[in-house]
């Protein structure tokens, strides 16, 4: 996917095979694939073998390019995370207990799968987790609505503010038990 901002702001979805965003005197926010589309990611990955070609630009990998503006990618809310990962193990194309073996590979990977390459100039790029507020919000909306149980609100407010491997793992285990 290719991204171009210009004297304006945007907001638009990260694929997780890899993104281009160009960002031009405007503020550009971009939504950060799922843990579960990341696991779909290696997954795939395992299966097909990388080209010279892909290697050569980029492919995966998140490429930022800000020139006086202000670029963010904003990472999913953990109740987001958790009904995205509740779902893909419930379906078929990747056995349960491989996600949880992808789960435990993400954690340990460097950027866990967010393969971010960023040059900025003259502005301000970041990454970013909700913030405490909005994901406890988010938690006790979900909760009231019923979309998950007094349990699964407990873990996922355990996970409030704590790193993207700690995030990760309690995920896997709220998800996949």
Known sequence: MFHLTLFSSAEAGLVPDGSTSLTLFGSTILRAPT??????????????????????????????????????????????EFTALRELAQRTEVPRDQVRSLCDTLRGHERCGLDVATLTLFGYCEIGRPSNKRELAAIERARKLGDIDGAVSNALERLVGRTEPAIIGGLAQTALA
């Not at 097909?48 to 503006?69: A, D, E, I, N, Y």
């Open 35 to 80: 843990v579960a589309q990341r696991i779909m990611r290696m997954a795939r990955h395992k299966q097909q073998p990388t080209t010279r070609l892909s290697r050569l630009f980029g492919g995966g990998q998140v490429m930022l390019f800000t020139l006086f503006g202000y670029t963010e990618i904003a990472l999913p809310t953990l109740v987001e």
